[in-house]
T-cell receptor, first 114, second 116 residues
């Protein structure tokens, strides 16, 4: 079984400040981890993924995420937030060697204030 | 553009109507998905097709009927829907079984459905 939790429904941050959107996972094997972003009235867009190797993954629009196996976390980060980063962010997980169908978190609404 | 298109983008229908949502992917993928996204609720996986065969059906009411005539097209036929079926319906595709590590999904823009 696989599951993913996004403990915050909403994250508020001022423009220019660093941002973190949290994700923790639970799998019975080794995980593949993903972040997607959804802008208003749009579908989800792929941001980045962790497969193997370096625990720090860099993705689109200056976002990065760090895989932490001991804490079973994959938090999304950005050093300096932009107002245009305001969107809904989804974390997803699947098991290596398992079904290719991912499990998504509930989503976290990121609001960046000017 | 992600290579996945959905039509129509918006749909208003009565509870006795029959309508269909269409999804098309231009990525050469083998797997296609229907998701339902409602306000304040998690993304709900409805159906998965791999190589045109249904591999997942998550207890979806029979008033939703999927069809996958080929690997590039996916339909969701709607019949006698309820107001609570109003939502954003998202189509996605991925390389599918045997597609290798780190399967990434590519989503269409969605169809915003309102059932009156």
């Amino acid at each position: 079984a696989q599951s993913v939790a996004q403990p915050e429904d909403q994250v508020n941050v001022a423009e220019g400040n660093p941002l973190t959107v949290k994700c923790t996972y639970s799998v019975s094997g080794n995980p593949y981890l993903f972040w997607y972003v959804q802008y208003p009235n749009r579908g989800l867009q792929f941001l980045l993924k962790y497969i193997t190797g370096d625990n720090l993954v860099k993705g689109s629009y200056g976002f990065e995420a760090e895989f932490n196996k001991s804490q079973t976390s994959f938090h999304l980060k950005k050093p300096s937030a932009l107002v245009s980063d305001s969107a809904l962010y989804f974390c997803a997980v699947r098991i290596t060697g398992g079904s290719y169908i991912p499990t998504f978190g509930r989503g976290t609404s990121l609001i960046v204030h000017p | 553009e992600t290579g996945v298109t959905q039509t129509p983008r918006h749909l208003v229908m009565g509870m006795t109507n029959k309508k269909s949502l269409k999804c098309e992917q231009h990525l050469g993928h083998n797997a296609m998905y229907w998701y339902k996204q409602s306000a304040k609720k998690p993304l709900e996986l409805m159906f998965v097709y791999s190589l045109e065969e249904r591999v997942e059906n998550n207890s979806v009411p029979s008033r939703f009927s999927p069809e996958c005539p080929n690997s590039s097209h996916l339909f969701l036929h709607l019949h006698t829907l309820q107001p609570e079926d109003s939502a954003l319906y998202l189509c996605a595709s991925s390389q599918g079984a045997g597609g290798g590590a780190g399967e990434t999904q590519y989503f269409g823009p969605g169809t915003r459905l309102l059932v009156l």
